[in-house]
């Protein structure tokens, strides 16, 4: 039957494959070092408590960044209110100009140098406010075109009645 | 007869909220991991800690275990790190054969050849074996156990230990050499028949 000092003799001697499985052997049959009683209960009691503080921990940074996002989404909102009363003013006053406009202009012609002026001032605001600019620059330009073309239609309808008027 | 789950079940059971099965898992390496963390720190008590951190973090990081791997080399190399982490701020001083029973050790045999019983004989052997174990370094004690012990590859060693396989293997040899060289020491001979106290005669 092998002896455990086999293992020292083929160390010994330089057998070294032999050693090594006489070696493994005496490792295995060294005393195992067993944990003391409870080790398992208290190991799985501590790994739970881990697992419901962790939980505990993520559920409370889902509500901290719904809390961020509510408060960041109303600043927005309130932010934006703000620009879009401030868009809306400019609207308001956008088409009041260009109704004025029509009803001074309409009948002597399009004053070419007044809607080139307008185009040079929304550059301007756009330069300043980009964003707010070019939504306001915008629906003017939309107002302006709609009124131009209103006076070409109202003139087209003027000129056919004054050719008829000639012509009769 | 019941069907005995595998690693990978108990994991899959776990991380779906059983406590039952991580309760099994732990229980199916208690032994192998506050042995290893044991021989590793020299220190029971604080091996028990150790291995209990590992399970906790080992639940944590369950979700990125990977199956196709030995769930026991994966734990380990968990275990591995806790114990090396331990050890670089620590650096226990090496403890002697009789400081091994205080630190709660099995019983470490000085005296080779006391029982003439050749399993008896075997037994001390390997516990004091055992004992010279504590006196290698910890890398390879723990190559050592790891290997032996707990009967992983060599790859998986090296994967548990964050080394080469080549260091692993040179770790394995060192380990042996020394333990050869301490034992010899003490009076462990090689010879079969022959016992300690008639040290010096010529074996033929």
């Known amino acids: 039957m092998p002896n455990d000092r086999d293992w020292l003799q083929a160390e010994q001697s330089g057998h070294d494959a032999l050693a090594e499985t006489m070696f493994a052997r005496l490792v295995a049959e060294m005393p195992a070092i ?3 009683a409870g080790f398992v209960d208290r190991t799985v009691r501590a790994v739970w ?11 409370l940074a889902r509500v901290a960044a719904a809390l961020l996002l509510g408060i960041t989404t109303l600043g927005s909102m309130y932010g934006l209110s703000v620009l879009a009363g401030g868009f809306i003013v400019r609207g308001a006053a956008s088409l009041s100009h260009g109704l004025v406009w029509f009803l001074t202009s309409a009948g002597e012609g399009a004053r070419w140098w007044w809607i080139a002026e307008r185009i040079v001032a929304a ?5 300043a406010s980009p964003l707010t600019a070019a939504v306001v620059a915008a629906c003017e330009m939309i107002a302006l075109l709609a009124i131009y073309a209103f006076r070409r239609l109202v003139w087209s309808e003027l000129g056919t009645h004054e050719s008829r008027k000639v012509r009769t | 007869m019941p069907v ?14 059983s406590q039952e099965a991580y309760h099994a898992l732990v229980g199916r390496y208690a032994t192998p991991a506050v042995n290893l963390a044991a021989r590793m720190v020299q220190d029971r008590a604080l091996a028990e800690d150790l291995a209990q951190e590992a399970f906790v973090r080992a639940f944590e990081r369950l979700s990125s ?61 390997a516990r004091a074996a055992d004992a010279a174990l504590a006196r290698i370094r910890p890398e390879y004690r723990e190559a050592v156990v790891l290997r032996y012990r ?14 080469p396989v080549g260091t ?7 380990a042996r050499k020394e333990l050869a ?24």
Not at chain 2, 150 to 163: G, I, P
Not at chain 2, 168 to 174: A, I, Q
């Open chain 2, 4 to 17: 005995t789950p595998s690693d990978a079940e108990l994991v899959q059971q776990a991380l779906a909220g």
């Open chain 1, 34 to 36: 067993e944990p003391g």
């Open chain 2, 181 to 204: 060289s301490i034992l010899a020491a003490q009076g462990w001979a090689a010879a079969p028949a022959a016992k300690p106290e008639t040290r010096g005669e010529e074996i033929p």
């Open chain 2, 168 to 174: 692993v293997k040179t770790y394995l040899h060192r």
């Open chain 2, 65 to 125: 275990y990977d199956q196709q791997r030995r769930f026991a080399s994966w734990f380990f190399q968990i275990l591995h790190n806790l114990t090396i982490d331990y050890l670089r701020r620590k650096r226990p001083a090496t403890i002697s054969l009789d400081g091994l029973q205080e630190a709660g050790y099995p019983e470490a045999s000085s005296a080779p050849g006391a029982r003439p019983d050749a399993r008896a004989e075997q037994a001390a052997l």
């Open chain 2, 150 to 163: 707990e009967d992983l590859s060599v790859q998986e060693v090296a994967v548990a230990m964050s080394v």
């Open chain 1, 123 to 127: 550059a301007s605001v756009m330069m």
């Open chain 1, 49 to 59: 408590r881990a697992r419901a503080r962790r939980r505990m921990v993520l559920r």
